[in-house]
Nanobody
Framework: QAQLVESGGGLVQPGGSLRLSCAAS????????IAWFRQAPGKEREGVSC????????NYADFVNGRFAISRDNAKNTVYLQMHSLKPEDTAVYYC?????????????????WGKGTLVTVSP
């Protein structure tokens, strides 16, 4: 059974860091672009960052502003989101999603698989 499982969320103080992981099982990520999304309470889900299947193409939402870094280790079938300088407004459930994509790029729609999310809370 194909699935994505996020981990690494938790409670962190403003200015702190967290590294989220997105591990795939039941399929290989080699041909999948991966995107991270987040959804804060009462708000719509939004794209945070995405990475192409080879890792050569990366995109970040404007609000990231150099604070996050996405990476992937296809040998471990895992994608990461390193987050620094976290702010209270980064509090949300973070989801990863995979899209089968033979092209170089990545997008935030048409995802084939979704994880169940991991909660990130940024609070003093």
């Amino acid at each position: 059974q194909a699935q994505l499982v996020e981990s690494g969320g938790g409670l962190v103080q403003p200015g702190g860091s967290l590294r989220l992981s997105c591990a795939a099982s039941g399929f290989t990520l080699d041909y999948y672009a991966i995107a991270w999304f987040r959804q804060a309470p009462g708000k719509e889900r939004e794209g945070v960052s995405c990475i192409g299947s080879s890792g050569a193409y990366i995109n970040y939402a404007d609000f990231v502003n150099g604070r996050f870094a996405i990476s992937r280790d296809n040998a471990k079938n895992t994608v990461y989101l390193q987050m620094h300088s976290l702010k209270p407004e980064d509090t949300a459930v973070y989801y990863c999603a995979a899209e089968y994509r033979t092209e170089f790029s990545c997008v935030y729609y048409g995802m084939d698989y979704w994880g169940k999310g991991t909660l990130v809370t940024v609070s003093p």
